[in-house]
């Protein structure tokens, strides 16, 4: 895959093929420590500045690890379960069994693709119905033999399309969601990349929720938030800063549980560390879910969506 720079990465990449082309000379070391220097000062710099239209981008890179980038190293005999049983196998959602060290866990998650062919394929990552049915047969398989789940988050949105609209796409979240509620295992949550809408939601709760920094989780997407109160999808920047999506923006309200640090220039520069920061996470928060029991589980998920947001009294 060719590389991809969006344009406040160049100047760190550029002096990061400096010091790579130095390496094999001799007699360059205080240089490549000079040049190592000023890449490590103008990374905190650019990214302690970045703006949440940039963290989109970032979440949006195409060389972002999706869910089968990611499996191989936070799972071990992962086998892929397929179809709703009831129509189709939906290709943008993965969801099958695999051990987590050395615990038989569910895993479920969104995959868009790396290249034309198989975003195609996946529909970039936007379920139909039977995705999310596909999802619900699993977490109920996970139920039946106390698997916790975990989910990966990552798209834009659920498909809204007339195929998605004639078999039922909104009762398919819904049902999903009041499912989740109520399901008798542990359930960890990690926003990848995008975290967009019902589409993300449908997969997306959980007794822990963390999104990775870089990530956003919205309602809508910037633009199509941007079509709608600029009729203009170019104010789409100006809208990422009022929808307030980012990572620390959900942490600051309540709405997730924690952020997963990414490496040095976001996930996209080093998947495998990517993957190791996920796992971390996610085993501190199995350790502490798995100490409950199932009735306290299941109370304390509603309790904490139920205390989300803020509303008056009228009567």
């Given at each position: ?20 082309e ?10 490549i ?163 967009g ?36 999808k ?9 929808l ?69 009294d009228?009567?």
């Amino acid at each position: 895959m060719a590389e991809f720079l969006l344009d406040f990465e160049k100047p760190i990449v550029e002096l990061e093929r400096r010091i790579q082309e130095l390496r094999g000379l001799e007699g360059v070391e205080t240089e490549i420590s000079k040049l190592q220097k000023q890449v490590d000062r103008l990374r905190r710099k650019v990214y302690s500045r970045l703006t949440r239209w940039q963290i989109v981008q970032l979440a949006r890179h195409p060389q972002r690890p999706q869910t089968l980038d990611l499996i191989p190293y936070l799972f071990t005999d992962f086998t892929e379960l397929h179809g709703d049983r009831c129509f189709r196998d939906d290709e943008a959602l993965v969801a099958g069994i695999a051990r987590f060290r050395g615990r038989s866990v569910v895993v479920i998650g969104h995959q868009m693709g790396h290249d034309t062919k198989e975003r195609t394929r996946r529909n970039f990552a936007q379920p139909y119905p039977e995705g999310y049915r596909k999802a619900l047969r699993i977490f109920k398989l996970a139920e039946r033999f106390n698997m916790p789940v975990i989910n990966l988050v990552d798209t834009q949105g659920a498909y809204c399309g007339i195929g998605a609209e004639e078999r039922g796409q909104s009762e398919a979240i819904a049902h999903n969601l009041q499912e989740l509620s109520l399901l008798r295992t542990p359930i960890i949550v990690v926003v990848t990349g995008q975290g967009g809408s019902g589409g993300a939601i449908a997969i997306g709760m959980g007794d822990r929720m963390y999104m990775l920094e870089y990530s956003y989780y919205s309602v809508i997407s910037p633009e199509g938030c941007a079509s709608i109160l600029w009729r203009d999808k170019a104010e789409a920047s100006k809208a990422a800063e009022v929808l307030k999506f980012t990572s620390k923006d959900l942490l600051n309200l309540g709405i997730i549980d924690g952020i997963i640090n990414e490496p040095p220039g976001g996930a996209h520069r080093d998947w495998q560390l990517a993957a190791k920061l996920i796992e971390e996470k996610v085993s501190e928060a199995l350790g502490e879910l798995e100490e409950l029991s199932i009735e306290d589980l299941v109370n304390k998920r509603l309790e904490k969506f139920r205390a989300m947001g803020e509303y008056k009294d009228s009567s």
